[in-house]
């Protein structure tokens, strides 16, 4: 079955950095464009970032724009989040997404940023 394992999170002071990873499987990674999403305490889920199956396409929300890098290794099936120049606002559960299977959601992984 669709499995997304997210990792990497964890406490930062502002001005640092984190990478996220996604670990998929169950399904063909390569085919299918990616997304990261956050939901902090109280709000609704966000749009962060995606990338096109093949990697050679980006997008991202305003927020992450300059400070984010999504990216992906196929051979690996692993989806990942650099995530740079960290702010408070950026505390959430992070989570990894399939574009055309929205459904999936995986446990996420939480990012606090902190002094």
């Known amino acids: 079955q669709v499995q997304l394992v997210e990792s990497g999170g964890g406490l930062v002071q502002p001005g640092g950095s984190l990478r996220l990873s996604c670990q998929a499987s169950g399904f063909t990674f390569s085919s299918h464009a990616m997304s990261w999403y956050r939901q902090a305490p109280g709000t609704e889920r966000e749009w962060v970032a995606s990338i096109t199956n093949t990697g050679g396409s980006t997008n991202y929300a305003d927020s992450a724009s300059g400070r984010f890098t999504i990216s992906r290794d196929n051979a690996k099936d692993t989806l990942y989040l650099q995530m740079n120049s960290l702010k408070p606002e950026d505390t959430a559960m992070y989570y990894c997404?399939?574009?055309?299977?929205?459904?999936?959601w995986g446990q996420g992984t939480q990012v606090t940023v902190s002094a």
């Open positions: 997404n399939i574009v055309l299977a929205p459904e999936y």
